[in-house]
């Protein structure tokens, strides 16, 4: 990590050196005492699998692993990654980051994740299937996984299938277990999952954005209007989060001018149909030939295209030392995790661009994780006690205000006047509510701190603060 003179070499630093290294950024703006900054950061418990799954006419060994990163907040929780990336330093470096994320946005969890390395999308089903019970299977017999000890969720690679595959296995080993749904989120709505988590991220991302953009003097510094009006917007990925942030994002006037995938990228100056770009792409597996935009060979060159908005939705360490001084977007928003390498930080805050980092801006997805995670253990779906009560309270009270000014109000208003909130109401508005206080939290506390350069590491600082206070709480300090 270090040089001979004892510089850190930012180009060298693994992932979850990368995640030490903001940490370290950030301690001395917290007020916290050595021997707890040491305990925060330390990974807490690391459960590394190996397993054997029939796989045609051979036997495979298969690697993988839960890390739990902290256990100042149970459950704690974190997404399942597949991915042939996979390995003890990545997922040691997610969970890290599940802590931090979890502790800025005020999710009452400690971080961990979990890691299989296979390639998903050329495992057949039905071996996937096998390997996903058998993790499960692991994580019980271990005890890394229930409703009050680890709760994972999706992640790149995985989806709503998967968390299905871990409940039912679960559930076959603990029956009876009353609050046994919430051992894993991001579940089909057939499994006691909440609506709104699969676009969660991507949905937060842009109320995130949203919430950044609208203050006129930061815009001003950016050389930008105020508004995602208008913003153009380069997203990589097409997967969960990417497709998600894309095709919302667009709902706020923006224009995505160009999206990059692993096989090749699309762009098109006028705007990109997002839907469209995803079903052709369902449809052929891929991005090449999509008629109605130019097709871009080399992906990770779109990245250097000229836009407002760089949104990297796929994977950690994209924009590296390499190919940050070509990046021309004036916002890069990290949809995913570790996107952006230390050393290309660098060189991108040296120009002046606004790094919105991950630990903030993809948080929505544990965000509803926690709400699918309260709606299992109170057993009832969010606003089916109180929608009608509201609707009738509503209707009294405007034909009260009929009745005193003998007006009569139409029909349509009353519709939406009196309308009662579905769940999907509530999860996206606890979700806006959130990610808009968390960058208030985020921005006010490098307004107060003149010496904090950036906005991760007043994400960092306003975490750690957090994580403090909880074990002060428990009765550990000095
Ligand atoms: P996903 O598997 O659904 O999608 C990832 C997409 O990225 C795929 O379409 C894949 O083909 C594409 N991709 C891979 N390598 C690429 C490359 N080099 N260039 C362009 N595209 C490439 O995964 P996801 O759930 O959307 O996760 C994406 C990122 O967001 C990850 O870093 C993940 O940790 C993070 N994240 C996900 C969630 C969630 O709720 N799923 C929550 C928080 C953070």
């Given at each position: 990590m270090a040089d001979k003179s004892g510089k850190l070499n930012l180009k060298e630093l693994s992932f979850s050196d990368s995640v030490s290294y903001y940490f370290d950024k950030a301690a001395p703006f917290t007020n916290t005492p050595k021997g707890l900054l040491d305990q925060i950061k330390v990974c807490n418990s690391i459960y590394k699998m190996n397993f054997p799954v029939k796989w045609g006419n051979e036997v495979r060994v298969i690697e993988a692993y839960r890390i739990q990163h902290s256990h100042h907040r149970m459950p704690t929780k974190g997404g399942i990654r597949y991915s042939l990336q996979v390995d003890q330093d990545e997922v040691m470096a997610l969970a890290a980051l599940m802590t931090y994320k979890c502790a800025l946005v005020d999710v009452p969890f400690g971080g961990a994740k979990g890691g299989i390395k296979i390639a998903p999308r050329k495992t057949p089903v039905e071996i996937l299937e096998t390997i996903t019970r058998r993790y499960t299977v692991e994580l019980v017999k271990k005890n890394f996984i229930g409703p009050g000890i680890d709760v994972p969720a999706p992640d790149y690679g995985t989806g709503e299938r998967e968390m299905a595959w871990i409940l039912d296995t679960y559930m076959t080993m603990r029956p009876g277990e009353i609050d046994g749904y919430g051992c894993v989120t991001g579940k089909p709505m057939s499994q006691n999952g909440i609506r709104g988590r699969t676009e969660a991220t991507g949905r937060g991302v842009v109320y995130a954005l949203n919430e950044a953009c609208s203050y006129e003097d930061d815009m001003k510094a950016l050389g930008l209007s105020k508004g995602l009006d208008g913003k153009r917007v380069i997203v990589q990925g097409l997967?969960?989060?990417?497709?998600?942030?894309?095709?919302?994002?667009?709902?706020?006037?923006?224009?995505?001018?160009?999206?990059?995938?692993?096989?090749?990228?699309?762009?098109?100056?006028?705007?990109?149909?997002?839907?469209?770009?995803?079903?052709?792409?369902?449809?052929?597996?891929?991005?090449?030939?999509?008629?109605?935009?130019?097709?871009?060979?080399?992906?990770?060159?779109?990245?250097?295209?000229?836009?407002?908005?760089?949104?990297?939705?796929?994977?950690?360490?994209?924009?590296?030392?390499?190919?940050?001084?070509?990046?021309?977007?004036?916002?890069?928003?990290?949809?995913?995790?570790?996107?952006?390498?230390?050393?290309?930080?660098?060189?991108?805050?040296?120009?002046?661009?606004?790094?919105?980092?991950?630990?903030?801006?993809?948080?929505?997805?544990?965000?509803?994780?926690?709400?699918?995670?309260?709606?299992?253990?109170?057993?009832?779906?969010?606003?089916?006690?109180?929608?009608?009560?509201?609707?009738?309270?509503?209707?009294n009270f405007i034909k009260l205000v009929e009745d005193l000014t003998g007006q009569k109000v139409s029909a349509k208003r009353i519709n939406d006047l009196i309308h009662g909130a579905k769940e999907i109401d509530l999860v996206n508005s606890g979700l806006e509510d959130t990610m808009i206080e968390a960058y208030r939290d985020i921005r006010e506390f490098k307004k107060r701190h003149k010496k904090v350069p950036d906005l991760r590491t007043a994400a960092f600082a306003v975490s750690i603060n957090k994580i403090r206070d909880s074990y002060y709480a428990m009765g550990i300090f000095p």
């Amino acid at each position: 990590m270090a040089d001979k003179s004892g510089k850190l070499n930012l180009k060298e630093l693994s992932f979850s050196d990368s995640v030490s290294y903001y940490f370290d950024k950030a301690a001395p703006f917290t007020n916290t005492p050595k021997g707890l900054l040491d305990q925060i950061k330390v990974c807490n418990s690391i459960y590394k699998m190996n397993f054997p799954v029939k796989w045609g006419n051979e036997v495979r060994v298969i690697e993988a692993y839960r890390i739990q990163h902290s256990h100042h907040r149970m459950p704690t929780k974190g997404g399942i990654r597949y991915s042939l990336q996979v390995d003890q330093d990545e997922v040691m470096a997610l969970a890290a980051l599940m802590t931090y994320k979890c502790a800025l946005v005020d999710v009452p969890f400690g971080g961990a994740k979990g890691g299989i390395k296979i390639a998903p999308r050329k495992t057949p089903v039905e071996i996937l299937e096998t390997i996903t019970r058998r993790y499960t299977v692991e994580l019980v017999k271990k005890n890394f996984i229930g409703p009050g000890i680890d709760v994972p969720a999706p992640d790149y690679g995985t989806g709503e299938r998967e968390m299905a595959w871990i409940l039912d296995t679960y559930m076959t080993m603990r029956p009876g277990e009353i609050d046994g749904y919430g051992c894993v989120t991001g579940k089909p709505m057939s499994q006691n999952g909440i609506r709104g988590r699969t676009e969660a991220t991507g949905r937060g991302v842009v109320y995130a954005l949203n919430e950044a953009c609208s203050y006129e003097d930061d815009m001003k510094a950016l050389g930008l209007s105020k508004g995602l009006d208008g913003k153009r917007v380069i997203v990589q990925g097409l997967g969960n989060v990417g497709y998600h942030t894309a095709r919302i994002i667009r709902q706020y006037g923006a224009i995505v001018i160009a999206v990059a995938e692993a096989d090749g990228a699309v762009y098109n100056e006028n705007g990109l149909d997002i839907d469209d770009l995803y079903r052709y792409r369902q449809d052929k597996k891929s991005v090449r030939g999509y008629p109605k935009g130019k097709v871009i060979a080399d992906s990770a060159s779109a990245l250097e295209l000229d836009c407002d908005i760089l949104i990297p939705a796929a994977l950690e360490k994209q924009i590296t030392d390499k190919n940050a001084a070509r990046i021309k977007a004036r916002i890069v928003a990290e949809a995913a995790n570790g996107p952006v390498t230390p050393a290309a930080e660098q060189i991108l805050l040296k120009k002046g661009v606004m790094i919105i980092p991950d630990i903030y801006i993809n948080a929505g997805g544990v965000t509803v994780s926690y709400f699918e995670w309260l709606k299992n253990l109170s057993h009832v779906k969010f606003g089916r006690m109180q929608k009608r009560w509201e609707e009738k309270h509503q209707t009294n009270f405007i034909k009260l205000v009929e009745d005193l000014t003998g007006q009569k109000v139409s029909a349509k208003r009353i519709n939406d006047l009196i309308h009662g909130a579905k769940e999907i109401d509530l999860v996206n508005s606890g979700l806006e509510d959130t990610m808009i206080e968390a960058y208030r939290d985020i921005r006010e506390f490098k307004k107060r701190h003149k010496k904090v350069p950036d906005l991760r590491t007043a994400a960092f600082a306003v975490s750690i603060n957090k994580i403090r206070d909880s074990y002060y709480a428990m009765g550990i300090f000095p």
